[in-house]
Structures are given as C-alpha cells and as structure tokens.
C-alpha cells in the first residue's frame, strides 16, 4: 500500500510519485508517515526527508526546513534548501 507524495521547493520538483513511507523532521521531533495516517500540517526543521517508494528505493533529501501536509489523498512537503 502506497501514497502519493510530492517534494517541491520554490525552485523546482524534487519527487513526485508514490511512496509507502515518509520519514520528516519536523520542530516538534521526527515523524514517520504511513498509508492512511491521520491528517495533520507542520512545520519542518532542518534535517533529512527521507522517502520509500513502493519499490524499496529510498530518496534521502538535506532540507533546511517547510512544510508538510498530510490529508487522505496525498502528502504535500514544501522544503527549503
């Protein structure tokens, strides 16, 4: 089972596609977001977003902080660099 996720920053596409899992760092601590996790929108720190496609590839992404949200369609990050 698998969600579709998409990474921007102001400057371009960073990932778009489907992924099991989503690992962001967020100013309250880390948190790890699976298919069917509650909604929610925070705010992100520096660190690193590291996403899981359906495959097993992981995408390691350095950020300098942004924003999440998380619905029941999709997952949305807006990242700085």
């Excluded at 596409?13 to 489907?18: D, Q, R, Y």
């Excluded at 967020?26 to 996790?37: A, C, D, K, R, S």
């Excluded at 590291?50 to 990242?79: F, Q």
């Amino acid at each position: 089972m698998a969600f579709p996720l998409k990474i921007f920053s102001l400057e371009r596409e960073i990932f778009v596609g489907n992924a099991k899992s989503l690992s962001v760092p967020t100013v309250n601590g880390q948190i790890q977001v699976l298919p069917e996790h509650a909604a929610l929108v925070t705010l992100l720190k520096a660190g690193e977003v590291v996403a899981e496609t359906e495959d097993g590839t992981t995408h390691k992404i350095p950020i300098a902080g942004g924003t999440v949200e998380v619905n029941e369609h999709e997952v949305v990050a807006l990242v700085n660099f």
